[in-house]
């Protein structure tokens, strides 16, 4: 594309820059306020009472652009930042202000380059004035700093508002470098010492398979490594579905095999030796669930049960069907105190009483509720002793959160 077919060459950006009734352009509009019109702009927010106070206050970087996208009014936070007086950014747009080199690059400025088209900021102002609205969109920049080019990840968020007939944009804007980091680290940490565990337990069971050796010392060591690998995925799973980065999967599931394959893994687990898992009322139905979700909560529901259970008690496991839903149940003798129900599902409270646990029936309340769609629920009384519940509906709609 030809940017002069736009209109006009391409003039430089910064102080003093003439308006330009058509500028050259590869992506957004390059038009800009003529001074007496920005400075009557700037004058409106000027005169909002508490404004300089409120933008201040805020922990992003704000910045209050004009409906041309320049910079009208910056909060001290952004202006620390840059280490820039309030004079130094306004006129400017979000791209010029932050040091992004595709402003450079471009013909008229920020949104002006062929790069533009990709970037986030520019996208999200033009979404909320296009439809009123906040639009939030992530954004990687790089930007020119005395030491060098550096790579930012920002999320953007803007906002549409009015005064009077003039139209304005608030732009917040937060370092989600960090995060974006840790996350990369998240995954490859993941995919590395699964394939690790994952060795391990073939080598175990090959081991097992074989006619020579300790054949109980090998079966235990690939008991051992299959429980490394489900520590890992449970782990896994949790970290993306706080993030909203876990998908579902549902497929049609015999709710009678789900309930005897936790039975039969579990028979193996070191929490079980000296207790009994049984079945009772288990409705053989099909469902439409994500497998491995709906394995995880019950299975932190039978280790809960099993490790509250003492030796020769038993944990009884059910389903029952509930017309358009279905409820699964696990259940022990124990009674919690009531200390420990107050606090069940918060994310760091422990019904063990040990600092650095408390995942376990927090994450049965984030894969019931926010992705299986279901309910997780508890009751815990004399006589009837403890009983966990997760009531699913019988089809199950593939969401990404």
């Known amino acids: 594309m030809d940017p002069t077919a736009f209109g006009n060459e391409a003039t430089t950006v910064g102080e003093g820059l003439p308006v330009l009734p058509s500028p050259s352009t ?20 000027h005169g909002i009472p508490m404004l300089r106070q409120v933008l201040d206050a805020m922990p992003s970087l704000v910045m ?18 840059l280490k820039v007086a309030l004079a130094e950014v306004v006129e400017k747009r979000p791209g010029e202000a932050l040091g992004c080199i595709r402003a450079a690059e471009g013909p008229n400025g920020c949104g002006t380059d062929r790069h533009c088209v990709t970037c986030g900021a520019v996208n999200a102002i033009l979404e909320c004035q296009r439809d009123d609205t906040k639009a939030v969109r992530e954004c990687r920049i790089l ?27 608030l732009a917040a804007v937060d370092d989600i470098s960090q995060s974006k980091r840790l996350d990369v680290l998240q995954r490859a940490f993941f995919h ?51 993030s909203g980065d876990l998908q579902t999967q549902p497929v049609p599931l015999r709710t009678s095999q789900i309930l005897e394959e936790i039975r039969t893994h579990y028979a193996r687990h070191s929490a079980t030796e000296g207790r009994a898992i049984a079945l009772e009322d288990a409705w053989d139905g099909t469902v439409i669930a994500d497998r491995q979700l709906l394995l995880r909560v019950l299975g932190n529901m039978v280790k809960n049960a099993l490790e509250a259970t003492g030796p020769g008690g ?44 408390g995942i376990g029936t927090y994450s049965m309340k984030l894969f019931g509720e926010r992705y299986l769609g279901g309910k997780v629920d508890f009751t815990s009384r004399d006589p009837e002793g403890t009983t966990f519940t997760l009531t699913i509906p019988k089809t199950m709609v593939q969401t990404r959160q």
Do not use: W
């Not at 209050?64 to 620390?80: D, F, G, K, S």
């Not at 005064?163 to 304005?168: A, L, V, Y």
């Open 26 to 45: 590869y992506f957004v509009p390059a038009e800009r306020d003529a001074p007496d019109e920005f400075h009557r702009k700037a004058a409106l927010l």
């Open 64 to 81: 209050i652009l004009n409906a041309n996208r320049q910079i009208v009014a910056a909060n001290a936070p952004l202006l620390e930042l």
């Open 314 to 357: 038993v944990v009884t496991l059910s389903c029952l069907d509930r017309g358009s839903e279905v409820t699964y149940s696990v259940h022990n003798a124990e009674v919690m105190p009531e200390e420990t129900q107050l606090q069940m599902f918060q994310r760091s409270f422990s019904t063990k009483g040990q600092t650095g646990r």
């Open 192 to 242: 590395d010492v699964l394939n690790t565990a994952g060795c391990v337990l073939g080598y175990a069971q090959y081991l097992n398979d074989e006619e020579t050796g300790d054949r109980e010392v090998y079966g235990r060591l690939a008991a051992l490594s299959e429980q490394l690998i489900e520590s890992i995925l449970a782990q896994r799973d949790l970290v993306f579905a706080e």
């Open 143 to 169: 930007a020119g700093t005395p030491s060098g080019i550096a790579a930012l990840d920002l999320r953007v968020t803007a906002s549409s508002f009015r005064i009077g007939d003039d139209r304005f944009v």
